[in-house]
């Protein structure tokens, strides 16, 4: 199955590449990711907790990022295996595209699965794998965009620093 999509994030092109290169925001971004350590260069290892249909599952797997052009292109790739539920395997090449106020981001995703999730019939796998590489990639926009009302910011912070504080993935880079 293959899912295709873009996205027009507010936010420089420098911001949303080390954004995609950082796994702190990776793993807020995998939905159900309890765990991601590893790096850039040699993949990382990561625990994600499922439920597809009447199936729930933890994976054990690994995410690799490869095929790197820095600041235009990469291809993301993982594997999970659940236990008896089966295993879940699939990739996306992800592009910048710099734009008129911030970030063109494109990606063409694959997913394949096996074993008893396989069972459930394409209807169902189809639309777990939509939702789910469009909620990370929702994740991800609202992860490196700049809130248009900071949420994290309470009155206190402000009225003890006299400044507005930034948000989690700005204090990350900044």
Do not use: H
């Amino acid at each position: 199955m293959l899912l295709s999509d873009t996205r027009e994030i507010k936010a420089d092109p420098k911001t949303v590449w080390d954004a995609i290169l950082n796994p702190e925001v990776l793993k807020e971004c995998i939905p159900g990711c309890e765990s991601l350590t590893g790096s850039v260069a040699d993949g990382y290892e990561a625990v994600v907790k499922q439920k597809v249909g009447p199936v729930s599952a933890t994976f054990t797997g690994l995410v690799q990022l490869s095929d790197i052009v820095e600041g235009r292109s990469l291809k993301i790739s993982g594997e999970g295996k659940g236990g008896v539920a089966g295993f879940a395997r699939g990739g996306a090449t992800v592009s910048f595209e710099p734009m008129a106020g911030g970030t063109r981001l494109t990606y063409e995703a694959e997913a394949n699965v096996g074993g008893k999730i396989a069972q459930l019939g394409s209807r169902i796998i189809d639309s777990f794998a939509r939702k789910l590489a469009d909620e990370f990639f929702t994740r991800f926009q609202a992860a490196v965009e700049e809130p248009a009302e900071p949420e994290d910011v309470t009155d206190e912070a402000v009225a003890d620093s006299g400044e507005k504080k930034k948000g989690w993935f700005k204090r990350l880079i900044g």
